[in-house]
């Protein structure tokens, strides 16, 4: 009787199990079981179905942008809040918090055309943030978006220029 019992207990373990990996799957904010951890890789993403990360358009080397900040070939946008913004961020760069994306987007586009080559960063590889900000200008129909995927984190850590508001 108990090998009996212990089978009907694997079974509906085994059930269970099948039926919750099922409905994760098919849920549009279920559990994301994969993702890319390796921050050498670009950004760390938990690769959820509602996740942003778009690596085709990271730009992963820091003296590239730093470049194109000096000959000014981009519109630089930071994505962090305004307080992040105000103690550092990239030269040259303008502030739009992604949780303003909506109520700032007449500033955005009086800043920007949708031709306009447009760099996004945030705090670094382990914010998402900068690649959901993209992904908003690239359903906006803007053409040429990228991502500074190692953000301000990997800017200061270079020892590269830090412009800073004074309060």
């Given amino acids: 009787m108990i090998k009996k019992e212990k089978f009907g207990i694997l079974t509906l373990l085994t059930i269970a199990a099948l039926i919750s990996f099922g409905v994760n799957a098919f849920s549009p904010s279920g559990i994301a079981l994969t993702g890319q951890w390796d921050k050498s890789k670009g950004v760390v993403t938990a690769k959820s179905k509602q996740d942003a990360v778009h690596p085709e358009i990271e730009l992963n080397d820091p003296r590239t942008v730093q470049q194109m900040i000096k ?5 630089l946008l930071d994505v962090r809040s305004n307080e992040e913004f105000d103690q550092g961020h990239l030269p040259g760069a303008f ?3 992604l949780a ?3 109520d700032n987007l007449d500033k955005l586009l009086s800043l920007v055309n949708k031709d306009s080559s447009v760099l996004v960063y945030c ?3 382990d914010c998402a943030a900068s690649h959901t900000f993209a992904a ?3 359903a906006m129909r803007f053409m040429n978006v990228k991502v500074y995927a190692g953000g301000f984190r990997q ?3 270079m020892g590269f220029e830090i412009s800073k508001n004074e309060e």
């Fill in 123 to 125: 705090s670094g590889v």
């Fill in 155 to 157: 800017w200061q850590e």
């Fill in 100 to 102: 303003e994306f909506d």
């Fill in 71 to 75: 000959n000014k070939a981009v519109v």
């Fill in 95 to 97: 502030s739009f918090p």
């Fill in 136 to 138: 908003q200008l690239l």
